[in-house]
């Protein structure tokens, strides 16, 4: 029985961080007031170029230019949106479809359809304390973002709620127009969430292809930016929120995978389909339970207009 938890948990760990960061990356842009679903074309494109940096740089490196590849993405979104006043909803589709074709063209064109070639994955950290204790010991080796991912959504809890900064990025998306009355800049503070939820989206995504697999694949992301804006409503808007969703989801996707290795008779009875549609199944009914209690910010999705005050 040890056994199987661990394995569940040793698999849920290793998808958590992508989920998670993505996640936190939508919840600091829409609560900032910006509509953002286009995470998954943010998360593509961080993923597509840290592997293709990491094939002649290191891996490292390579994780850092995934995260600037999605805050680019996310300052055309930011552009559209917040100088030109967009349809936030419009803007975010049409970059999940740029993402979706310039990825596939561009790994066609340059590598192939099966794949960037292998890269070296980020450094698995094994825990000697942990290494030999039962269930504990799922938390040894996984690389250096799955730690960062169990401490980033407290950090970020802090920064929301218990400073400057968070209380002007939390009113930016409820009253804006009262923020500008302060003397604060309203654009301002709507740029830095929207491409700081790009920097993280771009990490989520570097974190596939670096430290879960070891190269882009044509289906990357796979529907997991989708999966984040679901965790982010379920959570409410909040990083603590989100970060027990995401952890609740990867734990489907791990339970998706255990059962279909270590039950290969179930899928004689139950369709494989149906095992790798559980994890946005599990999406879909937690949303469906959810129903109409949300605590989304006030102005979430309406353009600043500063002569409407």
């Known amino acids: 029985m040890f056994e199987i938890l661990e394995a569940l948990l040793s698999s849920t760990l290793e998808y958590f ?13 829409e609560r900032s007031g910006v ?21 002649s740089l290191p891996t490292p490196v390579g994780v850092m230019v995934g995260m600037l590849a999605g805050a680019a993405m996310a300052a055309v979104h930011g552009y559209l949106c917040i100088r030109w006043r967009s349809d936030q909803v419009v803007s975010g589709m049409a970059l999940n479809l740029v993402a ?8 066609e064109a340059l590598y192939g359809p099966n794949g960037t070639p292998p890269i070296q994955q980020l450094t698995r950290w094994h825990l000697p304390g942990l290494s030999e204790v039962p269930l504990l010991r799922a938390f040894s080796g996984h690389s250096a973002l799955t730690f960062m991912a169990l401490v980033l959504p407290f950090a970020f809890h802090w920064m929301l709620y218990r400073t400057p900064l968070g209380l002007r990025l939390r009113a930016v998306g409820d009253k804006p127009h009262a923020v500008a009355t302060l003397g ?8 830095l969430a929207v491409v700081g939820g790009g ?13 879960v697999l070891d190269r ?35 734990a489907g996707s791990a339970l998706r995978i255990g059962l279909a290795s270590s ?41 600043y207009e500063q002569e409407s005050r």
């Open 17 to 29: 961080p992508a989920l998670l960061f993505a996640t936190l990356g939508a919840t600091l842009c």
């Open 35 to 55: 509509v953002n679903v286009g995470i998954e074309g943010m998360m593509r494109a961080g993923a597509f170029c840290a592997a293709v940096a990491s094939i």
């Open 100 to 107: 979706l074709a310039g990825g596939t063209y561009l790994l």
């Open 184 to 191: 604060l800049s309203v654009m301002g503070l709507r740029w």
């Open 199 to 211: 920097l993280l989206a771009g990490l989520g995504g570097a974190t596939l292809s670096t430290a």
């Open 216 to 250: 882009f694949e044509q289906h990357t992301p796979a529907g997991l930016g989708f999966m984040a804006l679901a965790a982010m409503v379920f959570g409410r808007w909040t990083p603590l929120g989100g970060f027990l969703a995401a952890l609740f989801f990867a």
């Open 263 to 303: 039950a290969p008779g179930l899928l004689e009875v139950v369709p494989q389909g149906f095992l790798m549609a559980l994890p946005y199944l599990l999406t879909l009914a937690l949303l469906a339970f959810q129903g109409q209690r949300t605590n989304a910010p006030a102005a979430l999705g309406t353009p």
